[in-house]
């Protein structure tokens, strides 16, 4: 709201395959392709900001370092309508992307809105990172009550009938 974006996403990669996936929008979705936006882990545009802490306006369309990456991941980009992706790095690990649309009023982010942004982006990656990492262990934990849960029903009796439906009540 500080610099006039209209909307913003947040991109944490995926557990499993490491692809960046929209957790959160700002506003909450309200039919727009921004929550569905996702961008490969090897996709040349998660490649450049990994390399450093420099935003990219949305220039991907031109510029020549962008021309490999899937035509569906550019129309995923342009159908979102990303306007600039700020790398979220916490010790040289790019922990997360930030997506922001055009400003209020169709205006072009100044240096300054950028600068503002950058600053933000320093003090804002590491907590992101380890709540997401607190996340995953919440995640996980669950995961490992339910086995343990479905380990007890399946030690627990000889009869394979409730054994079945035991397991079949916790699963759901």
Not at 14 to 27: C, H, Q
Not at 35 to 54: I, N, T, Y
Not at 76 to 95: S, T
């Amino acid at each position: 709201q500080s610099i006039g974006c209209e909307r913003a996403g947040l991109l944490l990669p995926g557990t499993i395959s490491g692809d960046f996936r929209t957790i959160f929008t700002y506003p909450p979705p309200n039919g727009d392709y921004l929550h569905k936006l996702v961008l490969r882990k090897d996709s040349p545009l998660v490649a450049q900001l990994r390399k450093g802490k420099e935003v990219l306006l949305q220039d991907i369309g031109i510029s020549p370092q962008f021309q490999s990456m899937w035509r569906k991941e550019k129309e995923d980009v342009r159908q979102a309508e990303v306007e600039m992706f700020i790398p979220l790095i916490n010790d040289g690990e790019l922990v997360a992307i930030l997506t922001m649309s055009s400003k209020k009023g169709g205006e072009r982010y100044s240096l300054e809105d950028i600068h503002v942004v950058k600053s933000i982006n320093d003090s804002m990656a590491t907590t992101i990172e380890r709540a997401y990492f607190l996340e995953q262990l919440r995640e996980r934990d669950e995961e490992i009550e339910l086995i343990n849960r479905l380990t007890s029903i399946i030690t627990s009796n000889i009869n394979i009938e409730e054994i079945f439906s035991g397991f079949i009540e916790e699963l759901s």
